[in-house]
C-alpha cells in the first residue's frame, strides 16, 4: 500500500489567518493526489482534485500544489466555515489510500 | 443529481450478521463502480473496496478481503456491504461513495452517500 502522511494532525488558527497543509506519499503518485474537508457527522466532501485543480464551487481561497510525493493545501484566509478536518487521497494505486487527517481548530 | 442514499443505523450484536445498503439515483446505476469507505470513531478514512454493479466485479483492500462482502441488485439500483459475523472492531460509519467517470480506472470520489453507522456490542 501507499502511505500517506498528513502534516499536522491538527492546528489552531485564527479567522483570516493562512493555513498549510502538507501531505507525503511514501511512493511517487505523480499528480494523483485529492483534498477532502469533512465536518462532523457529515460526509468527506471533495475539495480538490489531480493536485491543484479545485472542484466547482469550491472557493478559491483553497489551493493545492505539489507533485511526485510532496502536497499542501493552502487556506490563504481561513473564514469560519473552514473549521474541519481535511484529509488527502492518493488515487494513482489500484488501492487508494488516505492521509490520517489535519483537523483546523479555533 | 446524483444521489446515494444509504440506510439507517445498526445497533446490533457480536457475531451477528448485517447486512447496509446505498441506492443510487440521477444516474446509470450500471455505469459507474460503486466505493466504500470506513471510519472508525474519531478516526480517519479507509478505502475498503469497490464493486460494479454491472457485472458484480469486486476489489477489495487487502485489509478488508474476506472480512466484508460487497454486494448490488440493479434492479433497486442498490449497494450492499455484508458481514456475516460482527466483530467490536466493525463499529464504524461506513459510506459509499461513486466516482467521477465510469471504467474501473476511475478513481476519483466526488459521490458520497450520507454515511451508515454500525454499532456493535456485547
Known amino acids: 500500500d501507499i502511505q500517506m502522511t498528513q502534516s499536522p494532525s491538527a492546528l489552531s488558527a485564527s479567522v483570516g489567518d493562512r493555513v498549510t497543509i502538507t501531505c507525503r506519499a511514501s511512493?511517487?503518485?505523480?499528480?494523483?493526489l485529492a483534498w477532502f474537508q469533512q465536518k462532523p457527522g457529515k460526509a468527506p466532501k471533495l475539495l480538490i482534485q489531480?493536485?491543484?485543480i479545485l472542484e466547482s464551487g469550491v472557493p478559491s481561497r483553497f489551493s493545492g500544489s505539489g507533485s511526485g510525493a510532496e502536497f499542501s493545501l493552502i487556506i490563504s484566509s481561513l473564514q469560519p466555515d473552514d473549521f474541519a478536518t481535511y484529509y488527502c487521497?492518493?488515487?494513482?494505486?489500484?488501492?487508494?489510500?488516505f492521509g490520517g487527517g489535519t483537523k483546523v481548530e479555533i | 443529481e446524483v444521489q446515494l442514499v444509504q440506510s439507517g443505523a445498526e445497533v446490533k450484536k457480536l457475531g451477528e450478521s448485517l447486512r447496509i445498503s446505498c441506492q443510487g439515483s440521477?444516474?446509470?446505476?450500471?455505469?459507474?463502480?460503486i466505493t466504500w469507505v470506513r471510519q472508525m470513531p474519531g478516526k480517519g478514512l479507509e478505502w475498503m473496496g469497490k464493486?460494479?454493479?454491472?457485472?458484480?466485479?469486486?476489489n477489495y483492500s487487502p485489509s478488508f478481503q474476506g472480512q466484508v462482502t460487497f454486494s448490488t441488485d440493479k434492479s433497486t439500483a442498490t449497494a450492499y456491504l455484508h458481514w456475516s459475523s460482527l466483530k467490536a472492531s466493525d463499529t464504524a460509519i461506513y459510506y459509499c461513495?461513486?466516482?467521477?467517470?465510469?471504467?474501473?480506472?476511475?478513481?476519483?470520489?466526488?459521490?458520497w452517500g450520507q454515511g451508515t453507522l454500525v454499532t456493535v456490542s456485547s
Open positions: 511512493q511517487g503518485i505523480s499528480h494523483w
Open positions: 440521477g444516474y446509470s446505476f450500471t455505469s459507474y463502480w
Open positions: 461513495a461513486r466516482p467521477d467517470c465510469s471504467g474501473d480506472g476511475c478513481k476519483l470520489l466526488p459521490h
Open positions: 489531480q493536485a491543484s
Open positions: 487521497q492518493q488515487y494513482f494505486d489500484n488501492f487508494p489510500t
Open positions: 464493486i460494479d454493479p454491472s457485472d458484480s466485479s469486486t
